[in-house]
């Protein structure tokens, strides 16, 4: 293959991370999300790898440098949401190990929240790296889908079939796309994401590859859990495609002001020492450690609050992307 986007477990040079400024996303909790991103990026400094926090206005530089630690590198660089992990670019690897970027359109997820600077963000953040950079003109986030560096992609229909993406795309273009930029070999499709997920169901909040050919997808465990039937649908579509499951508790129902909301230990970010699981204050954020534990032997896992930064739309893994090392 001439070209393949490498798993998240692969070494990384460093993580990109959207520090929360805009009160309009976080009417009620925007300092205890600051706090809360401030604490991600210095858990993954304090693992002595480079972190970069992104903020978004001048205003906001004095907040997180106060907020994270010494190590954590404090970089303006103006952008609607903090959601880097859709707007920031993906990393490949072409021949002989050479590392590229690749950026794709972006229109808000659907056209629900477009923000001045998201749809640049992540040519002007590749411009920082001195890697080519390829522009893809899809409408794509990279929260929709996941990798196990094998070539093999895990999405769902109801984000990448979505209307309101690329219309004129059926699956079989999508996949021809995909292979060209991202060295997509084969795809599982999952039907439906969490309920309620204003980004249209991306599977970075439902199921995540933990090891080649190993997806983690979570179990209901108590009879109101809003998501029961899409975990078993995910599930069962994974078996049959041939992929080996890791039972993941789920959250369960969770609430925010009365709505529910899409809360996920899917929601954790691989660094090269630690893998970060968001929080929530539920029952079982404490299982959740301990399920993923055995698919990270030579990392440490640590779970963060991250009730505050849910109030935004997302967690760790929403707000984040790795520049992949050089091989």
Known sequence: MSLLMPPEWAPQERLWIGFPGDPAEWPAALPAAQRQAAAFA???????????????????????RSLAAPAVTVQHMPFGD???RDTGPLGILGPNGARALVDFDFNGWGGKFRMPGDEDIGARLAATTGLPCRHVPMIFEGGAVDTDGTGL??????CLLNRNRNPGLDRRQ?????????????????????????????VDNLARFVAPGVLAVPQATTPDD?????????????RAFG????????VGRYEVDGAIV??????????????????????????????????????????????????????????????????
Do not use: K
Request: with cysteine.
């Open 262 to 327: 899409p809360a996920s230990y899917m929601n954790f970010c691989i660094t090269n020492a630690v893998v970060i699981v968001p929080q929530y204050g539920a029952p079982n954020d404490g299982a959740a450690l301990e399920a993923l534990a055995p698919f990270f032997p030579g990392r440490t896992l640590v779970g963060l609050p991250s009730d505050a930064i849910l109030r935004g739309g997302g967690s760790f893994h929403c707000m984040s992307q790795q520049l992949p090392a050089a091989a």
């Open 153 to 158: 992609f895990v999405t769902t229909e109801q």
């Open 226 to 238: 809003p998501n029961t039937a899409i975990y078993a649908d995910a599930a069962e579509r994974a």
């Open 82 to 84: 903090v959601w880097l």
């Open 243 to 250: 992929l080996e499951i890791a039972p993941m508790p789920s």
């Open 174 to 202: 999508i996949e021809t796309l995909l292979a060209g930029s991202l060295g997509l070999s084969a795809m599982l499709w999952l039907g439906d994401g969490l309920v309620n997920d204003h980004t249209d169901g991306h």
């Open 42 to 64: 210095s858990a993954v400094a304090d693992a002595e790898q480079p972190v970069t926090l992104l903020v978004r206005s001048e205003a906001d530089l004095a907040i997180a």
